[in-house]
């Protein structure tokens, strides 16, 4: 059977780069991976980006890229779903080569939203919810990850402090990362003195404006720079109304995902020694890692407060600094998440290096609407 390898990444660092446009964003990423990994005749390209096309009017985004980085015709896929825009791109990549349809893929991920106002940015993001039910009544994502933080702290005992501990230690963990956006520590005291955005979210734990762009490219051919292998993928739909959940608390489409990718992997739970998880408002860090099975319910925040998931624990969980310390590029953090991984597990120039096999990547669109989850393993 054949086997999906990664042998290129490109971390651009996460900022708001002015200077910029969205397409020199996304080729400096992809020369970047494309460098690192060596000779391959690329076939294919993905991108993913979740407003180029409401924020930048690119809609042909991949064959624009694909027009400046290669002088021939190449396959060219751009791919829109929500916050897990990047993961789904790596999971059609890997498809793609699997059956044989490409040999040779650049999975490029990139977004950019400083050049707009946050009135405008705020309205792009209702596109993650159903406008038609949640928008029109002025229901964000924000408020409704509020909801989960409120029912999640009163349901197993704990309080806004407990909550302020993760982008504490996000912050701590980015503090060494190349391409982070956010390297400066803060306290819980910090967090609790930001203002409420709808409480119990303040804006410490929101995430920042930012731009940036990372590549991975995916092959079927192993060469000396393979650094890891994408050893199975997933995407499952949800409900686009979270409030129809049975259980607000279990994003049923993350726990489908992450059963379907164990299974295809064979693979025990107890061998994943590294997360990088998509930690929207930070409760969805705990949302998402109980769901999964993973952490049992109710138990995150206290482990984290016991100085848990650091690097050199069994399983080390978001050493990038999630969308918190490392920033938040919409469709291009799957992409990141996937680059990140790679990067822990094998101390991808310079990155520390969490001694483990393997790394899963976890994310969420809209607050249930759709879950991706992809596994790395280290060669």
Known sequence: MTSVYISGLGLLPIDRHYDKSLTQLALEASREALDSAGEYDIDTIIIASNYSTLLQRLSMLASLVAEELVPKGLQVFNVENGGVSGLTAVHLARALIKSGLSRNVLVIGVDKQSDYPQSIVNQTSLTQVNYEYHGIMGVSLASLYALSASLY????????????????????????????????????????????????????????????????????????????????????????????????????????????????????????????????????????????????????????????FKLGDSVAINLSGGIKGRGFVEGATGVYQIAETVAFLSGYRGYKQQYTDYALAIGVGGLSSVAAVVLVKRI
Do not use: C
């Open 153 to 308: 702290l009163s349901k197993h005992q704990l309080n806004e402090e407990d909550l302020a501990l993760w982008p504490v230690v996000m912050h701590e963990n980015a503090v060494d990362v190349p391409h982070a956006q956010f390297k400066s520590k803060i306290t819980v005291q910090n967090v609790l003195q930001s203002d409420y955005i709808s409480a119990p979210i303040r804006v410490l734990h929101a995430h920042a404006q930012a731009d940036g762009a990372s590549a991975v490219l995916l092959s079927s051919n192993k060469k000396e720079s393979t650094i890891a292998t994408v050893e199975a993928s997933h995407v499952v739909s949800g409900k686009v109304e979270y409030e129809l959940n049975e259980d607000p608390l279990h994003i049923e489409p993350v726990e489908k995902a992450v059963k379907t990718v164990l299974m295809q992997a064979s693979l025990d739970k107890n061998l994943i020694g590294l997360i990088e998880v998509l930690d929207m408002y930070s409760i969805g860090g705990p949302l998402l890692l109980e769901s999964s099975g993973i952490i049992p319910k109710g138990e995150t925040l206290k482990r984290l407060k016991e100085g848990r």
